[in-house]
């Protein structure tokens, strides 16, 4: 898989435990690559993408 540029992708980092979710909030985390506490991932910037972190606004911190 190619790399993206770095003004095409988003950081995301979970700054809130998943410890007491909803099921479906728990199941969007981890299909984005996060599990614990402080991980940091990047995502390309996508309507997908970005509908996964609406979904848990609350627990992540989001930069380009």
């Known amino acids: 898989m190619p790399k993206a ?3 095409n992708v988003y950081q995301i ?3 809130k435990s998943l410890v007491g979710c ?3 909030q728990i199941a969007t ?3 984005l690559g996060l ?3 402080g991980q940091v991932v990047t995502q390309p910037i996508n309507d997908a993408t970005k509908g996964k972190i609406a979904k848990i ?3 992540v911190e989001v930069s380009e």
Do not use: Q
């Open 5 to 7: 540029k770095k003004g």
């Open 13 to 15: 980092k979970l700054v």
């Open 22 to 24: 909803k099921k479906d």
């Open 29 to 31: 985390a981890e299909s």
């Open 35 to 37: 599990r614990k506490i």
């Open 57 to 59: 606004t609350h627990l």
